[in-house]
């Protein structure tokens, strides 16, 4: 079991293509880490370069005690799981998970021994025999699974592991991986741009965009204080709603984005009085949101009466999108919530659940609403 210690770490491609930027973290003995972000943020490049896939630029790293920047893939003590199994056609399940073990030259017994146990855990024990064009993408999944755990690594890291799965089984899968982590106690770093997967299974996320790590905190850390913009938008599903207007100060405080405007808690003046006439965005979640009903009592409370353009039932809840003529936002209300296109709806936004952000850095402004 190990740390992994990144130290200042940077990626340069050719023509200054700074793929990784200063990443600067300590991942915990037996942590699992999710690298969340889109496409391009550099996230991969980060899980390649810990498996020494990938040269370090500048930065050291460190697994355990050990300065690992000129150590080659193999003598890291890491286990890999990619997007692409990888699995060898023409070989067995077994064969497949053994392989690394017979050139590693371990004894038939022990490779037996390990082999069978990565079974057992994995629950294949019975497709030991077939070859990989005869299991279903679950079970080559779990088969690339296996052979890394027959390694009995310091460090697992896995690369999109589930993206080439349809949803229902990556459900089952990301449960199986989560699982895994608990039973093995071992140091886990897990790249995915599904925030889901990231919320349900890391007990840290790091969130990157563009090379940089945006923030590094708990699922629900990051849920319910994102530091910026970014963040706020990238976290939830659907995502935190997020209004560009103006502080505007008219016998007390206003948000107003030029079509529809809202008083906010006196509270908050001493928080956003500085905005004065300045542009900010205001975020809030779908959630937070909630239709005027006469039993409804929020604390600092703010109503606005706006317009429905749509209405989209999923079963056990609904989302109603609503305009201001400007921002485009939409509410989670109940599934029985019976509304119409075009209908004004008198809406309440739950203000001690409320975000600000600086237009032009993103950063969070704090608000001390007793959240």
Do not use: W
């Amino acid at each position: 079991m190990a740390k992994v210690t990144l130290k200042n770490i940077q990626k340069v491609f050719d023509k200054n293509i700074i793929a990784v930027n200063d990443f600067c973290m300590e991942i915990k003995d037996k942590e699992m880490i999710v690298l969340l972000g889109p496409s391009g943020c550099g996230k991969s490049t980060l899980l390649r370069m810990i498996a020494g896939l990938t040269d370090i630029t500048e930065g050291e790293l460190f697994i355990g005690d050990n300065l690992v920047n000129d150590v080659s893939p193999k003598d890291r003590d890491i286990a890999m799981v990619f997007q692409n199994y990888a699995l060898y056609p023409h070989m067995s399940v077994f064969q497949n998970i053994s392989f690394g073990l017979e050139l590693r030259k371990y004894s038939k017994d022990d490779i037996q021994g390990k082999v069978y146990r990565a079974a057992k855990i994995l629950n294949i024990e019975e497709l030991l025999d077939r070859k990989p064009k005869e299991l279903s993408g679950g079970q080559q999944q779990r088969v690339a699974l296996g052979r890394a755990i027959v390694r009995d690594p310091l460090v697992f890291l896995f690369d999109e592991p589930l993206s080439n799965l349809d949803s229902k089984l990556r459900i089952q899968m990301r449960s199986e991986i989560s699982k895994l982590h608990e039973r093995l106690q071992t140091t886990m770093i897990y790249v995915t741009h599904d925030q889901i997967e990231a919320m349900t299974m890391g007990d840290r996320i790091v969130v990157m965009k563009d090379g940089l790590i945006q923030q590094i905190d708990t699922p629900l850390n990051l849920y319910n204080s994102p530091k910026n913009k970014f963040v706020a938008g990238f976290i939830g599903n659907p995502s935190m709603n997020l209004l560009l207007g103006q502080i505007v100060n008219n016998d007390g405080l206003l948000f107003d984005d030029g079509n529809c405007s809202f008083l906010l808690p006196q509270d908050f003046g001493k928080y956003l009085k500085s905005f004065n006439g300045q542009e900010i965005t205001f975020g809030i979640r779908p959630e937070d949101i909630h239709i005027r009903e006469k039993s409804l009592d929020i604390k600092k409370g703010c109503s606005v009466s706006l317009a429905v353009e749509l209405v989209e039932p999923i079963g056990n809840e609904s989302f109603i999108h609503i305009t201001t003529g400007i921002n485009n936002l939409i509410a989670r209300v109940h599934p029985q919530t019976q509304l119409e296109i075009a209908q004004k709806v008198d809406l309440v936004f739950d203000m001690s659940k409320a975000h600000f952000f600086n237009a032009e850095s993103g950063n969070v402004i704090s608000i001390n609403n007793e959240r």
